[in-house]
């Protein structure tokens, strides 16, 4: 579904990623782990059309969208719920949610949608006419991935979802990803967490400055010495 050819991106002249290349199959949950400075927002934020890649290819469903805007990407079903989660504070629960499914593809969807999202987040069902400033953390995280759910992603790309939050709404979060993947979609875990992503992502890449320095099944990550000095910055 996604493949990533060598890219490089950064900002201004500092370049970031160098040469990544990565690969989801539709169905996948894929994780990305790094740790602070790894580049992980800026790879998400290359493959959601936020930052301009200066080489490589990004290709989605076989198709390139490497100069397409980020609009395009979210009517393609390229959808990120960024870090810190972005809820527009000053409105509803519910405005928020129609705001996530205003492309043309997800417009006529909204009804079925919402329904969705709020079978998926009751919490959300409650509070639906709350300033989105007022929720609590884990809540912001569920109403960001319900945001992203209205432009009915196809590949969801969760920025540090567990960022802030305490271990039960941690927990909660990840039982509604692993809901999501037990459905079908297809998603990108990033995180610095690297024993809960593990426990939840098939297959994982480990960044390291900007360079992909492991990568393979859960278990192979693990217990690859790599991981371990990608995070420790040996
Ligand atoms: P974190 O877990 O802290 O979010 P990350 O792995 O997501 O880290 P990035 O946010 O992609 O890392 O940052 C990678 C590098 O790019 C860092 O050196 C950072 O200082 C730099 N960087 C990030 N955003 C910008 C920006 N807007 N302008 C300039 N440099 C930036």
């Known amino acids: 579904m996604l493949e990533v050819e060598r890219l490089v991106a950064g900002y201004g002249t500092v370049p970031v990623l160098h040469e990544v290349s990565l690969t989801l199959k539709a169905g996948e949950i894929v994780g990305l782990l790094g740790a ?21 290819r990004i290709l989605f469903d076989g198709e390139d969208v490497t100069h397409l805007s980020a609009k395009q990407r979210v009517e393609a079903g390229i959808v990120q719920v960024p870090e810190g989660r972005l809820v527009f504070p000053e409105m509803s629960v519910r405005e928020n949610l129609l705001l996530g499914g205003i492309n043309a593809r997800a417009r006529a969807q909204r ?6 999202v709020l079978d998926l987040f009751p ?21 960001a991935i319900g945001r992203g759910l209205m432009a009915d992603a196809k590949l969801l790309m969760l920025d540090e979802p567990s960022l802030g939050l305490s271990p039960r709404f941690v927990q909660y979060i990840f039982a509604i990803v692993d809901r999501l993947h037990a459905e079908g ?4 875990l990033v995180e610095q967490n690297l024993n809960l992503t593990l426990r939840h992502a098939g297959r994982c890449y480990v960044l390291e400055r900007g360079h992909v320095a492991v990568e393979g099944t859960a278990d192979v990550v693990k217990n690859d010495p790599r991981t371990r000095s990608a995070y420790l910055g040996l």
């Open 36 to 56: 602070n400075n790894a580049g992980k927002t800026t790879l998400i934020n290359a493959l959601s059309g936020m930052v301009t890649p200066s080489a490589g």
């Open 111 to 116: 009804p079925q949608q919402m329904d969705r």
């Open 123 to 143: 919490r959300l069902q409650e509070r639906l006419g709350q300033a989105a400033g007022t929720l609590s953390g884990g809540e912001q995280q569920m109403l």
């Open 185 to 188: 979609l297809t998603i990108l």
